[in-house]
C-alpha cells in the first residue's frame, strides 16, 4: 500500500449516490482553482506544498538548529490554528514518555493560571527559547501568556539574549505583536494573507516548533505535495479525497450530524484534536454543520463504547488505521499462563491491536454507525503531510457543499465581545 486509502465499504453509503455528486464536485474544485491566487478567498494552503517559501524554509531550518542547541525547552505560544498542527505532528512523531533534547511545550492556549504557574515553575532553571504565534497579534490568550514569559526571559537572560532567544511568527505587516516584534527586532516569520489559521500548519506555524522537535520538515512536505498532486483531480470517481467529502454530506442528510473520528494510536491524539478544529470551525455555521468529536481506541471503547454502540444513532465514525507499526512488540509465553494469555503468545501487540479495530468497526457497523476507513501506510513525516493535505482539501469541499463559507469563522468573536465587555476593556 502506498500512502492514504479511503474505504467507503462499511459507510452504507452506495456508489450511484457519491456519484450523483460529481458535477457538484467538479464545479466546486474548478472554483478553488480559479480564485486561488485571490488573498480575500483564502485559499493560499491549496498549493502550499509547491509554492511555499522557499528562503522563509531554509530560515526556519537555521533557526530550529539554533534552538535546539541552545535550549532544553522551546515554548510555543498560540491558541487554535496558531497551535493545535505544531503539536499534533509533534506528539504523532517523538516518544510520548521521554522529554527530546529540546521539548516542545504549549502556551497561551487557556487563560487558567494554574497551567502558566505550572509551566513557568518547569521552565524557569531550564534554558528555553519562545516561539510566540498568532496571525491577527492581537489574540487575548495568547498576547497574555506572551507578557508573562517576555519577562521571565528578559529577566533569566537580559534584554539582548533574550531577543536572540524570542521567535515571532505573525503577519506580514498588522498587528500589535508585529509592532512588538520590530520594535524589538525579534526574528520573524510571516503566515501568509490567504492562509487562515487553521490551514497554516505547513507554513512556519507549524514548520518551526516541528523542525525544533527534529521532524524532517522535507519529508513532511514531500507528503503534502504527494496529496496536492494526487488530489488536484476534478473527477470525483476517482478522488478519495472528495468521496470522503461527498461521504460526510450524504450521511449528515440522512441524519448523522456527529461524526467520530477514531485512532488505535495514542501519538494520533492531537491530530484529532487538529481535526476537530479544522472541521468544526469551517463547517459549523449559518445552524448547518456536521459535529466533529474524537476517541482514542481501545481507551475509550472503556468510556465512550457504550453510546457509540447503544446509544442515540445519529453518529458516523471515521477510523484512521496505521497499516505498518514501527515497534514490533511481542507478548511471550509464560510458563504458568495464569492471566490465560497464552493464545496470543507469539503475537505482536499491534496484531492484537488490529483484531481489536476489525472488532470495533464490526460491531459498531452492526450498531447502525456508518464507518469510513482512512489507511495510512505508517507513521512518519512523508504519510502526515498527505493526511494534513487530505484533510485539509476535504474540509474546503466538504464545507462548500454544505453550502458554508468554510474559510471564516464569525461565531468566534460573540464569546470575546461578552468577555471584553465584562473585562471593561475600552471600546466594548
Ligand atoms: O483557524 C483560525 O483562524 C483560528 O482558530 C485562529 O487560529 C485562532 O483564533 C488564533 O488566532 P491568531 O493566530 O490570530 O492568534
Redesign the pocket.
Known sequence: MVGLKLDLENSKIGNRDILRYAKRVEEIHNSFYEKKDDDEQFLGWLELPTKYDKKEFEKIKKCAKKIQKDSNVLVVI?????YLGARAVTEALTNQFSNKQTEIVYAGNNLSPNYIHDLIEYIEDKDFSINV?????T?TE?AIAFRMLRKLIEEKYGLAEARKRIFVTTDKEKGALKKLAKREKYETFVIPNSV???YSVLTAVGLLPIAVAGINIDKLMEGAKIAQEKYNDPALKYNECYQYAVARNILYKKGNNIEILANYEPRMHYITEWWK?LFG?SEGKDGEGIYPSGVDFTTDLHSMGQYIQEGRRNLFETVIKIEKADNNVIIEADEDNLDGLNYLANKTLDYVNKKAMEGTIEAHVNGDVPNILISMEKLDAKNLGELIYFFELACAMSGTILGVNPFN?PG?EAYKKNMFRLLEKPGY
Do not use: A, D, W, Y
Open positions: 498560540g491558541i487554535g490554528g496558531s504565534i498568532s496571525k491577527s497579534g489574540t495568547p487562515g489559521g487553521r478544529q470551525e469563522q468566534v
